[in-house]
């Protein structure tokens, strides 16, 4: 099994949609968790972190489910902008290093 | 300023061929990362420093050996290149190592785009 698993997508939405999505992780003792967004050839780059149950900045909502082990993230009022691929990332099991999923792609429509 | 940069942005060479990748970053950071992304996009560990010393160094062919002059910077050369090294290897740091439970956000650099012909 994967530390972190997510749906690859893609999720086609119109502009001003609200999309949501989630992931899963493996390590029931993780701590850290983090979206990350990667755009086609190019760097990722955090979106938000996720330390607590949950947080908000602006458009998007991570909600983080201990029980079920699950992350996910919310993106209200989708701009074209927002497409991208979000990448999940968990601490590892065995020795906390980041472990990303392989991404979920997200498309926004005119 | 550009925070994690790295040369070269593109590598063609051939097989059989060493090559290395340089990264540097201007965060004041502690600890620094090397990733592969291959082709199905995940972003795997390959190793990390902290201050200089190796911390993390996964099930990576013995070709690639990492180098920190110091806490800036982090290479990577790889020897006797073969086709399945072909992939986006991304540099990135963090302000810290914690060797625990949590765990703090990595910044990444622009990326090296390997193709081995």
């Known amino acids: 099994r994967k530390e972190v698993e997510q749906d690859p997508g893609p999720f086609n939405v119109p502009e001003g949609a609200t999309v949501a999505f989630n992931c899963t992780y493996s390590n029931s003792a993780s701590q850290s968790f983090f979206w990350y967004r990667q755009d086609c050839r190019k760097e990722p780059k955090l979106l938000m972190s996720v330390y607590s149950s949950g947080n908000e900045d602006g458009r998007f909502t991570a909600q983080l489910n201990r029980a079920s082990q699950y992350i996910s993230l919310l993106i209200r009022d989708s701009k074209l902008s927002d497409s991208a691929t979000y990448l999940c990332v968990a601490s590892r099991s065995n020795d906390y290093k980041l472990s990303f999923g392989a991404g979920t792609t997200v498309t926004v429509r005119a | 300023d550009t925070a994690v940069s790295q040369t070269p942005k593109y590598l063609v060479t051939q097989m059989g061929n060493d090559k290395s990748i340089k990264c540097e970053q201007n965060l004041g950071h502690d600890t620094m990362y090397w990733y592969k992304q291959d082709s199905k996009k995940f972003l795997k560990i390959m190793f990390s420093?902290?201050?200089?010393?190796?911390?993390i160094n996964e099930t990576v062919p013995n070709r690639f050996s990492p180098k920190s002059p110091d806490k800036a910077h982090l290479n990577l050369h790889i020897n006797s290149l073969e086709l399945g090294d072909s992939a986006v290897y991304f540099c990135?740091?963090?302000?810290?190592?914690?060797?625990?439970?949590?765990?703090?956000?990595?910044?990444f650099g622009p990326g090296t785009r390997l193709l081995v012909l």
């Open positions: 420093y902290n201050n200089k010393e190796l911390i």
């Open positions: 990135a740091s963090s302000r810290r190592w914690t060797g625990g439970a949590f765990q703090e956000t990595q910044y």
